[in-house]
Antibody
């Protein structure tokens, strides 16, 4: 079955970087865009950006430009999101989500990766 | 950026009730509107895409309507497992944006 499995919880200090991975299975990885969405504790959902796993092309929210890097390794069907210069307000659960292919809905989500930024 | 405004932000209802959640976009998004359900500690789940299309496996008591700037999610005959948070999301143009969420609680 279609599954997205993310990397484990991370604890980072302010100013550091974090890389979250998202391993896809059960479908052809390069056929669907992958998005990254985050959710701060008790807050709503925030779209960060997306990657075309086929071409490697990316598109990110202006808020994160210069700090977020999205990449992929097609040989292992895995997408990555790296966020640099972490601040305390980057503390959140980070999700990868597969693009439905129709109207850019997100039809499959990873389980989430909690990233805590604290000194 | 397109702003998405959901109402109400919270809602109390009973099993068997019919509830409606609304979502308004700050500009026309035609039918590029999706609805998600999220339970505590879990990832969101796609319910409705492109305003009114039911995602595979989602019960038919969920329905969506609307176009342009105004949209609704209706849950007919609430079941115990429906008590959760609901989010709308526009996928008309990046950055894709979500509504602030509606928490549906048991009365």
């Amino acid at each position: 079955q279609v599954q997205l499995v993310q990397s484990e919880t991370e604890m980072k200090k302010p100013g550091a970087s974090v890389r979250v991975s998202c391993k896809a299975s059960g479908y052809t990885f390069t056929d669907y865009y992958m998005h990254w969405v985050r959710q701060a504790p008790g807050q709503g959902l925030e779209w960060m950006g997306r990657i075309n796993p086929n071409s490697g092309g990316t598109d990110s929210a202006q808020k994160f430009q210069g700090r977020v890097t999205m990449t992929r390794d097609t040989s292992i069907s895995t997408a990555y999101m790296e966020l640099s210069r972490l601040r305390s307000d980057d503390t959140a659960v980070y999700y990868c989500a597969r693009d439905h292919g129709s109207h850019d809905a997100f039809d499959m989500w990873g389980q989430g990766t909690m990233v805590t930024v604290s000194s | 950026d397109i702003q998405m405004t959901q109402s109400p932000s919270s809602l109390s209802a009973s099993v068997g009730d019919r509830v409606t959640i609304t979502c308004r976009a700050s500009q026309s998004i035609t039918s590029y509107l999706n609805w998600y359900q999220q339970k505590p500690g879990k990832a969101p789940k796609l319910l409705i895409y492109a305003a009114f299309n039911l995602q595979s496996g989602v019960p038919s008591r969920f329905s969506g309507s609307g176009s342009g700037t105004d949209f609704t999610l209706t849950i007919r005959s609430l079941q115990p497992e429906d008590f959760a948070s609901y989010y709308c999301q526009q996928s008309h143009s990046t950055p894709y944006t979500f509504g602030q969420g509606t928490k549906l609680e048991i009365k």
